[in-house]
Structure formats: structure tokens, C-alpha cells
């Protein structure tokens, strides 16, 4: 079991949600190492007691168990299968857990890398969104052995509420382009209510009220149609990376053959939005669309 006296915990990516998922493992009680390219957005952690590591193998040189969660596939691999990267310098039985949304095949080639290494590989990417991360209710989907997914659950549950193994490598990432597919449309739907209520000259709040908690009810519309109602368009998920997955989940859905008419839809309304500068916003402001 890996408890906080035999374990050191490395956290790479302390961005918007990362920040909190590594808060709550230092918390916890876990000696914590973290490493992210702008040291500024580690400095909540560092003044808790996290120590900081210069590079991703300086990390991987004293932890046994490495969490990541970075922005894009390529960084993924860089600080996966990269020289100085994790698997050519962790310990050996060191388990590294990658939170990121990547693609399936790049999961599958880090878990027969870091298997070759006698190293544990799990794609373990999240659903919640800042707000899920800040009260540790994160919905993590895995892939990977199934023994070592048993191994380091317990340290997942404290940072989700909702852990499912998925089964091998790749299905972790397979399984959260589920997810986003199921949001992108989603969201059409959340802006587009929201919208029409204004415009018929009802309360929009009033009418989250009416219709969150009945057949329309989605987490989307619970937590961003509030901040959508109040113009607070500040990013629990932003935009450029919704775009990322959603063109992952259109790639692995053409390759096996399969039409996503309305992911193709959301993902172009997006894509409007960052032509008009919003990349760095939160998802919520797809609402500025229709304005």
C-alpha cells in the first residue's frame, strides 16, 4: 500500500485543475515534488510544503508514484518518452498515472514503454472541471493493468468520488472522448435554453431552476449555466483544450468508421469563438456566440 511514509509523491501540470488534484495528495499527508514550466502557478503549493524539481527528471529521480497532467498529446509524450523525460529515468516499480487528455494509441505506447522499464503506466484522465477538482469529486476514468490500477486507487479517491477501471491501456483516454463527445452537444443545448430564455423575456435563473433538475438536467447545466446567466466566462476547462479533445474524438471516431455529426458541429462553433480570441476561456462562453 502506498502510504504518505513510504511513498514521495511528483505532481507535473499544476495548472487550473492540477493545482487542487496536488493539493489535495500534499493534504493528505503525501511528501509532494512538483515540476511545471511557469514555477509561479506552483507557488500556492511550495508555500504548503511541496518541494520543487527543476525538471521532469529530477522529479522522476525521487518519487515512486508521478502524477501528470499537462496540456497536449506532444507534451505528454516529451515528458513521457522524451530523453530526460520520466520513463527513462524513474525508479523501477515507480507508477505514473497521466490525468491528461491524450489519445488512446499514445497510452498504449507509454504503458509497453514504462512496462519494458519494470515501471506501472495508467492513462487515468478526468472529468469535473475546476470546480470537481477543488472538492476532490473528480469522475476518473482508467486504463491500464488491472493490478495496478487496485494498487493506486486508494490514492485516487482522494481526489474523485467517481474511479472506474475501464480495462487496458488506451481505455482511460477512449472512454473521456465518450465524455467530451457527450458535453460538445450538451453545451449547444445549455447556451442555446439559456439564450432562448433571455430572449423571451424570462428570468434565466428562474428557469435554471425549472429545468436543472428535470429531464434536461446535465452537469453542464448546473454548474456553467449559472455562470453563463452571470457573464463569468473565467475557465474551469478552456477552450483550447476542449478543442484538442474534441479533434482527437473526431480522429478516433473516423478510424473506426463512425460519423459524429454533432461533435463536427460544436467543435466549429468553437473554433468561431477562437477566431474571435476566446482560446483561453472557459467552455461556458461558447454562450457568447449567439450574442
Same mark, same amino acid.
Given at each position: 500500500m502506498f502510504q504518505p511514509n513510504n511513498t514521495v509523491i511528483g505532481f507535473i501540470g499544476t495548472g487550473v485543475m492540477g493545482k487542487s488534484i496536488a493539493g489535495h495528495l500534499l493534504s493528505?499527508?503525501?511528501?509532494?515534488? *512538483?515540476?511545471?514550466? /511557469?514555477?509561479?502557478?506552483?507557488d500556492s503549493l511550495l508555500q504548503k510544503g511541496a518541494k520543487w524539481a527543476s525538471t521532469p527528471k529530477e522529479l522522476a529521480e525521487q518519487a515512486n508514484v508521478i502524477f501528470t497532467m499537462v496540456g497536449y498529446p506532444t507534451d505528454v509524450?516529451?515528458?513521457?518518452?522524451?530523453?530526460?523525460?520520466?520513463?527513462?529515468?524513474? %525508479?523501477?516499480?515507480?507508477?505514473l498515472i497521466d490525468m491528461t487528455t491524450s489519445t488512446?494509441?499514445?497510452?498504449?505506447?507509454?504503458?509497453?514503454?514504462?512496462?519494458? &522499464?519494470?515501471?506501472?503506466?495508467?492513462?487515468?484522465p478526468v472529468s469535473g472541471? +475546476?470546480? !470537481?477538482?477543488?472538492?476532490?469529486?473528480?469522475?476518473?476514468?482508467?486504463?491500464?493493468?488491472?493490478?495496478? #490500477?487496485? %494498487?493506486?486507487?486508494?490514492?485516487?479517491?482522494l481526489v474523485g468520488n467517481n474511479i472506474v477501471y475501464q480495462g487496458k491501456a488506451g481505455s482511460g483516454q477512449h472512454t473521456k472522448m465518450?465524455?467530451?463527445? /457527450?458535453?460538445?452537444s450538451n453545451m449547444i443545448g445549455v447556451c442555446e435554453a439559456l439564450v432562448y430564455a433571455k430572449k423571451a !423575456?424570462? +428570468?434565466?435563473?428562474? *428557469?435554471? &431552476?425549472?429545468?436543472?433538475?428535470g429531464a434536461a438536467g446535465s452537469w453542464s447545466?448546473?454548474?456553467?449555466?449559472?455562470?453563463?446567466?452571470?457573464?463569468?466566462?473565467?475557465?474551469? #476547462?478552456?477552450?483550447?483544450? #476542449?478543442?484538442?479533445?474534441?479533434?482527437?474524438?473526431l480522429q478516433?471516431?473516423?478510424?473506426?468508421?463512425?460519423? /459524429?455529426?454533432?461533435?463536427?458541429?460544436?467543435?466549429?462553433?468553437?473554433?468561431?469563438? *477562437?477566431?474571435?480570441?476566446?482560446?483561453?476561456?472557459g467552455t461556458q462562453a461558447l454562450y457568447k456566440y449567439w450574442e
Open positions: 493528505a499527508g503525501y511528501p509532494l515534488i *512538483v515540476y511545471t514550466r /511557469t514555477k509561479e502557478k506552483a509524450e516529451e515528458i513521457y518518452l522524451g530523453e530526460a523525460g520520466l520513463i527513462s529515468n524513474a %525508479k523501477e516499480n515507480t507508477y488512446p494509441s499514445l497510452a498504449i505506447k507509454i504503458n509497453e514503454a514504462a512496462s519494458q &522499464k519494470g515501471l506501472h503506466a495508467l492513462d487515468a472541471g +475546476d470546480i !470537481g477538482a477543488r472538492d476532490a469529486r473528480l469522475s476518473i476514468m482508467v486504463g491500464g493493468e488491472h493490478e495496478d #490500477f487496485l %494498487k493506486i486507487e486508494p490514492i485516487l479517491n465518450c465524455n467530451q463527445i /457527450t458535453i460538445a !423575456g424570462l +428570468d434565466p435563473e428562474n *428557469v435554471l &431552476k425549472s429545468i436543472s433538475s447545466l448546473s454548474n456553467l449555466g449559472p455562470r453563463m446567466v452571470k457573464g463569468d466566462f473565467e475557465p474551469g #476547462f478552456y477552450i483550447k483544450h #476542449f478543442i484538442k479533445d474534441m479533434n482527437i474524438a478516433e471516431a473516423e478510424a473506426m468508421g463512425m460519423d /459524429t455529426p454533432g461533435l463536427a458541429l460544436a467543435k466549429s462553433l468553437y473554433e468561431k469563438l *477562437v477566431e474571435q480570441g476566446e482560446e483561453n476561456s
